[in-house]
């Protein structure tokens, strides 16, 4: 069992506060660390602002260096990454292995973007009071960056915060969640070995009191938040003058049409719902099925989701193993409950043993559901059939969330239709909502969020346009 | 009578070489103008070239102001050249109010795009070797520009040639087509009060051998000419240093399929088959419909064809009038025996009046006749119908060009399937190849042309780019 | 005189509470209006909602049609707009008729932007997770804007709201100034004859309390704002998950190096300095020359301020006239008379009259004192030598603002450094910082602001994008 | 010694006729290669066309990964790959070295472009006859790709072919240079391992008559061009219906200004006049500096000249070697001779000696002289005095070329006169024209060529764009 400094000012420190990492499946120890109190967080700060300057002028071949050598680091130590993700959060092998994956091609995308920041070359002489003037903007790091992550995809949503930060020529500060530090602790001490001018990248787990300063602190410039609604909303208020972006859940939903292809329109649920049992932003929770092929879809779909292989994390073949931790587990317990209590139906599952909670499909539920309308952030999905494409869609829009949502279907005439009137932050034609690549943008919409991630949209946000206007 | 003046140098001048222009229709004498000689066209390259550098430097509120005064002109004017355009090419007045409309908007385009000339802000610190290093790239007149265009849109694809040059900051001297040259002395009337520097843009009609000399002389910079293949690959070849355009002809298919709506499709297909006589270069000259629904549609088309009204071009409904000449109309209708005589079908239609041929339609063709494989520039449709959507595809991609194609569908599959596998320049769902909007990319590939207009890619190729390598 | 009714709902209306507004030369009552009450507030917040999907459906020749006709009926009704915001704001005639000129140009730019909205087209197969994939991203309205616009530029700072909201196809409420809100009114009824659907634009005088609503109620998602820093902050706190701009002012730096061309420079800052009386954002409020050129530089500038013709903002020759009210003159009296306590020496000016407070130079401030580390927005410009250039670029970034910056200099290395350094959204080589075109990006970083404006800028603000992942 | 076999249809071949590569320092034979026949070029030809359609629907990882293949295998053995390219084209070592790390960056930018594929989306409905339709416009490649590169950079300018192309997905047919088909050869060796379609790149050295197939064959839809002006006009007249882009000499001109700073102008001047004995195309053949700094300029520029180390190309400390052959070792000779006649003087250097010629430096040279005129290709430069900024412009524009030119100034308004009126591809500031990374558009205007490289100029390019209409 390891025990993982804090990464904070360059430098990896222990505090009089050490904490233990389980591994949720089996409540085992797997790890140590410590949280990170006032005073390693306002080292870290002054060293990272001390470094604006250094990270400001870096040229892009440096940058990219530093980036892919990150990159290929995970690479080479892929096995040891994917199983300490795996241990700390009891996501199963290949999704912790998906994860990694991801977080690889994140720090990629980043080496290249780095070499492509925001640019623009304009003309001024639109009126004569601009006569042989020009302009160029340069895009310049807005300077010192907060990050906190969340524990559900605990590496690859803190290299979204950090990858674009050193692309941009930010130093940044993050905070990973408690539950799940480890993997982002490891990753500090990789990115400790590339050159990167020290103290650019604090990795610092805190409680929320200490963690309040990166929402409240004035030189931080910037507040990028992966996390629940309710405190993401509140933090929008806290911050100060720094810009802030938000990137939380939703209750996302997917459409079944006559003409979907419905063998992948099954698989691809089952993975959008059930996959890390649910805990996921863009999680499949509500499945709206045309009328005259939901039995048909109903009846593969819990077919599919009764075959779901149950066990420890560290199989290969584990689809589904525990939740997070008990609490909930509970919570979920208590709304598939009351959604029974109300009217709802369980096709499968819907019993909790310990922190696991099956797969579980609910039928005949309605929108005031804390199932349909609060975000489940676990194994459980509801079915419904549809008449009318509108309707389905007015459906999805229910509700205050907005992030993405999937519509399986082969007419031109209800793609479009979705597109123009789902309000999210993406359609997904023929995959579930919880499509997501590395370089698409990606954040919600309505009480979703704030703002884009994708790494050369993160890097907008972390930069400040700058205009030169000269003559020509 | 009018007589219209070349427009040379900036001059309204006379030659010793006076041409009448006939209404097709009537063959009465509509106007007269002149052959420009090589003495006229030498003195407009010459003055062309004296204001390059004026041309050059103009600021963009000052050509934005000549473009927008030019089309304010032409919508102040607007009965008089739809008119003119009417009686000297015979095109229904409808059609010709709307080729004035689309010249109209091509200025209005080139106004708005000369204000955002293509323009680039690179990093070059991609390596060490740019170490603090970084290049603006701006983009500058390419020169003098020789423009030929035809006598089937006289007056838009001269504006096509026109309205970028100036946009560019490029002069122009600019051949029309010697039956229809009418409107665009009219227009040059129009550009000589703007306030463009004079001599910038010249419109001479020449006889094909001084009109050959735009081909030649390597003062052009641009050849860019519309017009027919055989003559527009000849060109290439003895344009000598010079950058050529070529935008040429095409035998364009159009797909309809069994998930199509069919009214709009076959009032579509009227259109694209028999607007101007099918004098287009995107004719919808082969129609490709699914079995399962090919006699419907065949009704349908052959019952709406047969309704079009024709007549004199310059009532408000008429529908179909006079070829351009009568050798054309003797052309079609030796190809259309000669596709009889090897086993086409008449469906209706098929006999020449004079320079009138009226809307036909031909069924159980085959690729190597010439109603197919040529580009038949006249009333001419082939009606086939086809098995499976990869079939008709192919039939749309055989032979030699390659310009639009249309493809009526509400299947996802199927538009990807078209967009990735039709050899042309442009795929329209849902309506037929004939559509083209002014600010869209035109222009073919295989033997239907080289490079693109629509006035964002003619500038482009109008200019060439420049980098200013600096420090930072 | 003339009483302008409020615009909401697409309604001309009145309230119970009239108001007169002032000519702040000579007090005269030029003109009434209403304050809009929470009820008349309300109905333009339903009514811009109801109209939400219209606008968002608005197709983009319409947009431009609307906002091109807004464009013209100011330049037909031109002297009269300029004498209506001359006899309210006491903005000589000169410069309110150069504001109109301004919002017309922002009109136009607004029609042009509107037919080209951001949008994007990315492959999203860069890793085998979305292969066969890709992705379009439309932006789509944002949805009901609250704008809120200063007196010092009552037209053109309402417009940069206005327009690019239609060009966007957001529904607005605009609250103006309510010392300067008829020429904003005027406008309105220009925008009500134009086909804009009713209720899409709306604009309200309001007291304080009842304006609040527009930043606190949540169904506006973006407020932007222009005015000062101590309102707008706040405003950000309070604006709940709405999206928030805030154009808010500075202290604005130019230096003037040893290589500068005097008599521009000279020039140039007399207009940067005392141009309606220094009450502009980018006022040219501290002047640092090198000390090889300070007095000769000085010398001139004061000649220079000398000559200034004071008088009626109306007359054509009329250089400075009144300030807003006298409170105004009061605290640039406070300030200036606390400078010179504090050892600041009066090069010229320095006594008010009235609501008149003449061109006035300092000397001998330092950076503590309120005429250099606050905005000063009056006609008070602080005039000091510097030795090296780094030091100039240090001594414009103290202070808490950073909007924007003049440098004069023909030195490439003055230029980089200045580019690099200058902690600002807009460094202006040889020009004052009060420079600005409407198509640029302006705004303000430390304090000055957030966000930028210039029409495509505030566009991308007033969008969302929504991506649709699909097959290929 | 090594044989190395032509790369062809994905095969490694021998011919009838066998070649020797000599090194032109001391005519060694270093190894042998092969000229590819009618047949084997007619073979490569149907393979690659075979796997056009493969190489169209490689997605974009897959092409990432073969081109950074290809970069890592340049990085693993880079030692083998430098030495092989200094012996067979006399390149002292560290230039060669050089050139085999821009290759790898070269295939890295290409790997990175292959995921940025030019793409466009566009509204069309600026007019009523668009309504409700947009446009995609997908990028496809254009076919089979022509490639032809010369001796002077046999590894970079091949790969500017090779690279591109794989990126945008064409098959390649390439002819190296037969005095320096080496490194290329051995290139191909790397290529064929990494799992690009076989025969999707050929590189096959022929002798003039069968190479010039690459000229006149219709299937190749592209052909690139790099070499001399005289050969590449003719090519384009024969292309057919081709593109042609062609990269030709220049006679590069560079501006030393009085504000210049004049160690590093120095330095750079020699790196510029005599690299690779001036056998580039960028070489900086003719220098002007202004009359008040002319003779401590040519002093120390004379001086640094005869410092260069002269010797055998592999000795890592080695300045200037042979030049490619004796033949233009006495062409040069021929022209100094010529120039001196004609009333040049000698600063230095003159005479060759075999293969060698040294730096070689003249003076009152006049623009006639083709040591002026012409592009040198050797190690000679022209250095004369000039008395006004524009002068210097002036002189540098002078002949028929215009690739690059260097202006060494400090002064912004030089800076800006240069870039606005040098007619070059690129103008670098405080450089040599020497300059270029290859990310920057490179290219030449005048008779210096047409079109431009920099991958992401060459795949745009190499791919034709098709626009998809449809329906929102």
Redesign the interface.
Known sequence: MTTFKIYAAGEFLKSENEIEVINPYNNEIIGKTFLGDEEILEKAIRKAESVSEEMKNL???KK?EILMRIANALKDNFDEFTRLLCLESAKPLKYSA?EI??AI?TFT?AA?ES???P???????????????E????YFPVGLIAGISPFNFPMNLAVHKIAPAIASGCPVVLKPSTSTPLSTLKLAQVIDKTGLPKGAVSVIPMDRKTGNRLVTDQRFKLLTFTGSPAVG?KM??DA??K?VVLELGGNAGVIVTESADMEPAVKKCITGGFAYSGQVCIHAQRIYVHKSVFNKFAEKFISEARKLKVGNPVEPDTDISSMIDEANAIRIQDWVDEAVADGAKILTGGKREGTYFPPTVLSETHKEMKVCSLEVFGPVVTLEPYDKFEDAVKYVNEGRFGLQAGVF?????E??FA??N?E????????VPT?R?????YGG?K?SG?G?EGVKYSILDMM?????????
Chains 1, 2, 3, 4 share one sequence.
């Not at 002489?125 to 003037?133: E, F, L, M």
């Not at 302009?135 to 340069?138: C, N, Q």
């Open positions: 040229p892009s071949w990219y998906g994956k991801r091609q995308i290249e070499k492509r920041l640019k623009e070359y304009i003309d001024l002489d639109w009126t004569q009071a601009g006569d042989k003037k302009g160029i903007v340069r909303w929008k208020r100060g003058k810009k279907t082969n007419e031109i005439d793609m479009n597109f123009r789902l999210v932050g993406g359609v997904i034609i023929n995959d499509f690549v590395d370089n698409m943008p919409i009480d704030l884009r400040e346009p700058r205009i030169l206007v000269k003559n020509i």
